[in-house]
């Protein structure tokens, strides 16, 4: 499906084709600690289906379990992340974009999680905290 998105300042601006079907949840360390939250949510883009509008800011993350590289975009006036790829000349770009950059972003619910060792224990039970619609 047709997606497209922007950063909270809007200065990236990002459309793509992508299957919801792609839809990953993170809980890696790696995850928690770049989003400051629980976990990750992105859904796989191949690079020819990715458009971005705008110059993200490039910092290049060593995975701690594989000891990997990879590209983590973010917009360098808001903070807002985009997505994550390979580094590296010839390589075929495979993008991970960031689900909450999405204006169709409900319609990308997670369809696997990985790196559930790392899962926050209070998460299973998240159903039984209060709800309010609003910050009251």
């Known amino acids: 499906m047709k997606v497209d998105g922007a950063c909270a300042c809007g200065a990236i601006r990002i459309e793509a084709e992508a299957d919801p079907e792609n839809t990953n949840l993170c809980h890696c ?7 400051g939250t629980a976990f990750r949510v992105s859904v796989r883009v191949p ?6 509008s705008g110059k993200p800011n490039i910092f290049v993350k ?12 973010f917009c360098g006036t808001c903070g807002s992340p985009l997505y ?3 580094v590296g000349d010839g390589v ?11 204006r169709q972003r409900d319609q990308f ?4 999680q990985i790196w559930c060792r ?3 224990p ?9 709800r309010f619609e609003k910050q009251s």
């Open 62 to 73: 060593t995975t701690a379990d594989s000891g990997v590289p990879r590209v983590q975009a």
């Open 47 to 52: 690079g020819a289906n990715l458009k971005v």
């Open 29 to 35: 360390t790696d995850c928690q600690t770049a989003t």
């Open 109 to 112: 619910v997670p369809k696997r």
């Open 92 to 102: 075929q770009p495979l993008y991970m974009l960031r689900v909450g950059i999405l």
């Open 84 to 86: 994550s790829t390979t």
């Open 118 to 120: 790392s899962a926050q």
């Open 122 to 130: 209070w998460l299973t039970d998240i159903a039984s905290v209060p």
